[in-house]
């Protein structure tokens, strides 16, 4: 299984920044699909998923109302638009995939290469 996470950079608080992961096709029509962060020194923590079939994506509290996940079924990508980005949310950002959308990380089968996030001012 493939996950490339590309469109990390640094932002601005209040800005921002569109994270892509690019899934091979076997894995997008079977898979549920999720984008994790970790912290430097922290625990990887989930910020967003949803299911292979698509539906309502599910968000962490920590960034509902700033961040939207969506699938682009015709690139087979997965995209994490991030809005009003705060300090907060820096971090090395994964996709993820696995059967069941759930926050535990360690449930999740495949992983993206990771992709870094930095917001300051």
């Known amino acids: 299984v493939q996950l490339q996470a590309s469109g990390g950079g640094s932002a601005e608080p209040g800005g921002s920044l569109r994270l892509s992961c690019e899934v091979e096709p076997r894995t997008y029509r079977a898979l549920d699909m999720g984008w994790f962060r970790q912290p430097r020194g922290k625990e990887r923590e989930f910020v967003a998923g949803i299911l292979f079939s698509g539906g309502r994506p599910i968000y962490a509290d920590s960034v509902k109302g700033r961040v939207t996940l969506s699938k682009d079924g015709s690139r087979n990508f997965v995209d994490l638009q991030m809005n009003s980005l705060k300090p907060e949310d820096t971090a090395v950002y994964y996709c993820?995939?696995?059967?069941?959308?759930?926050?535990?990380?360690?449930?999740?089968?495949?992983w993206g290469q990771g992709t870094l996030v930095t917001v300051s001012s």
């Open positions: 993820a995939a696995g059967k069941g959308v759930c926050s535990g990380y360690q449930q999740w089968n495949y």
